[in-house]
T-cell receptor, first 111, second 114 residues
Framework: GNSVTQMEGPVTLSEEAFLTINCTYTATGYPSLFWYVQYPGEGLQLLLK?????DKGSNKGFEATYRKETTSFHLEKGSVQVSDSAVYFC??????????FGPGTRLSVLP | KAGVTQTPRYLIKTRGQQVTLSCSPISGHRSVSWYQQTPGQGLQFLFEYFSETQRNKGNFPGRFSGRQFSNSRSEMNVSTLELGDSALYLC?????????????FGPGTRLTVL
């Protein structure tokens, strides 16, 4: 079946550092890929998505590119802020199937 | 447009009881999915409903059930509660069930089983 693997962390960075959270997937078809973010005490919010190979999703300074050849969708941000501290989930969805989420990566940004 | 709402937000039950959680999707959304989130198991898919029909189901025992009404509102029921059912239950809605349809999550219902 389909699956998502991501670094579980926790990841601790200083403010203005560069962020990369790795995400790789296994899928039988050609899924859409998503990054969601969960702040403490809240539900998940969509951060960005990409629906086909080579698409780049971007939002709030975060970017991720759908790489079919490496089955990856790594999340990057050039300069993190304390307010980016949260748990980040990589996910995929293929036609006719439910969402599959990775285990989540906890990010802590220190001032 | 109002977001996904879930009621109640917090619930405390004892073992053996049953519980019903409610989810109201974003207006116009016809697909509703439910997830269980725990520190140990992460985010686990329970089931998805689209136009009152269950489309997909996760690997949970039959004590977990759900339904969707004609107005797209959804409920999930857990019978004979166990301590391990303590979790955050998240509901998510989307316009449809296509692979590009984004899911929008509610704030969750925190269930504690004593």
């Amino acid at each position: 079946g389909n699956s998502v693997t991501q670094m579980e962390g926790p990841v601790t960075l200083s403010e203005e550092a560069f962020l990369t959270i790795n995400c790789t997937y296994t899928a039988t078809g050609y899924p859409s890929l998503f990054w969601y973010v969960q702040y403490p005490g809240e539900g998940l919010q969509l951060l960005l998505k990409a629906t086909k190979a080579d698409d780049k999703g971007s939002n709030k300074g975060f970017e991720a590119t759908y790489r079919k050849e490496t089955t990856s969708f790594h999340l990057e941000k050039g300069s993190v802020q304390v307010s980016d501290s949260a748990v980040y989930f990589c996910a995929l969805r293929d036609y006719g199937q439910n969402f599959v989420f990775g285990p989540g990566t906890r990010l802590s940004v220190l001032p | 447009k109002a977001g996904v709402t879930q009621t109640p937000r917090y619930l405390i039950k004892t073992r053996g009881q049953q519980v019903t959680l409610s989810c109201s999707p974003i207006s116009g959304h016809r697909s509703v999915s439910w997830y269980q989130q725990t520190p140990g198991q992460g985010l686990q898919f329970l089931f998805e409903y689209f136009s009152e029909t269950q489309r997909n189901k996760g690997n949970f025992p039959g004590r977990f059930s759900g339904r969707q009404f004609s107005n797209s509102r959804s409920e999930m029921n857990v019978s004979t509660l166990e301590l391990g059912d303590s979790a955050l239950y998240l509901c998510a809605s989307s316009l449809a069930s296509g692979k590009a349809d984004t899911q929008y999550f509610g704030p969750g219902t925190r269930l504690t089983v004593l």
